[in-house]
């Protein structure tokens, strides 16, 4: 449950990049609440591992 929480903080965190960088982030945001709790994770983890890495070293 804390694995969960820190990658929910995390997108959070890098959310502004993602709007700036990706237009589909706005429809990532209409996606994620209607997932079950598994799938938000599961799509949150795919999400991040296709960032490039310099965004995740801030």
Known sequence: MRMGVL???LFT???PFH?????LSFYFLL???SLSLFS???FIFEFFSLLP???LSL
Request: a positive charge.
């Open 7 to 9: 990658f929910l903080q």
């Open 13 to 15: 965190l890098l959310l």
């Open 19 to 23: 709007i700036l960088l990706f237009p």
């Open 31 to 33: 996606i994620l609440p």
């Open 40 to 42: 938000q994770l599961f």
């Open 53 to 55: 890495s310099k965004y």
